[in-house]
């Protein structure tokens, strides 16, 4: 069983940054496409980022594009998301997911993911 544990989350100003991490079970990890998706209150999930298996191909949604960085190392079994240049409406609950499939660029599809953090809260204030 995959098991994915997310942090960094928490309260800040907007303009600033946060890292997250999501760190996972197993040695398959550095074959796993990885993407971060995010959940306001009474909203949809969006796709945030998304990662292959190499880290050399990667995707941002429009909304985050040049203030989001993904990365990820496989030595540790880690993903990172550096968000910058943090917006009151970046405020979500984030997930970390893990997909057994080749990453597709464009708006990431939750079904392709199998394996899920359990989230860590991000709040930016005005």
């Known amino acids: 069983q995959v098991q994915l544990v997310e942090s960094g989350g928490g309260l800040v100003q907007a303009g600033g940054s946060l890292r997250l991490s999501c760190a996972a079970s197993?040695?398959?990890?550095?074959?796993?496409?990885m993407g971060w998706f995010r959940q306001a209150p009474g909203k949809e999930h969006e796709s945030v980022a998304a990662?292959?298996?190499?880290?050399?191909?990667?995707y941002y949604a429009d909304s985050v594009k040049g203030r989001f960085t993904i990365s990820r190392d496989n030595g540790k079994n880690t993903v990172y998301l550096q968000m910058n240049s943090l917006k009151p409406e970046d405020t979500a609950v984030y997930y970390c997911?893990?997909?057994?499939?080749?990453?597709?660029?464009?708006?990431?599809?939750?079904?392709?993911?199998?394996?899920w953090g359990q989230g860590t809260q991000v709040t930016v204030s005005s």
């Open positions: 997911a893990a997909s057994q499939l080749p990453l597709r660029i464009g708006e990431q599809q939750p079904n392709r993911y199998l394996y």
């Open positions: 197993g040695r398959a990890f550095s074959t796993y496409a």
């Open positions: 990662i292959n298996w190499s880290g050399y191909s990667t």
